[in-house]
């Protein structure tokens, strides 16, 4: 498997990878804006959706992700046990 650093999503507060993601909805792609779910504050949650790259390194819409590349989120562990992690069919959901 072809590991490229830049394509695979960290936190950008803790550095975090192989962890879940999440980025802004709707804005243009920033990594700098990506966030586990230990680095989410509490107001800008709800503005936050799964980060899952494509082969080029681009985010997907979310309700465009296919199949495959969304397994791959969900089979990656929230940064911590605690608070809010993402839910497949609720979204946001208290741990
Ligand atoms: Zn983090």
């Known amino acids: 498997m072809n590991t490229n650093e830049k394509d695979t999503p960290a936190c950008n507060i803790c550095k975090k990878s192989n962890v879940r ?8 792609y920033r990594p700098e804006d990506n966030r586990c779910n230990e680095h989410l504050e509490e107001n ?3 503005y936050y959706i799964p980060c899952v790259i494509d082969k080029d390194g681009l985010p997907w819409g979310y309700t465009m992700v296919p199949k ?3 397994d791959i989120f ?4 929230e940064a911590v046990s605690t608070g809010y ?11």
């Open 68 to 70: 495959e590349d969304c």
């Open 21 to 28: 993601i999440y980025r802004p909805y709707g804005f243009f």
């Open 44 to 46: 800008e949650r709800k």
């Open 74 to 77: 969900y089979n990656l562990p």
């Open 85 to 95: 992690g993402w839910d497949t069919k609720k979204g946001w959901v208290k741990l």
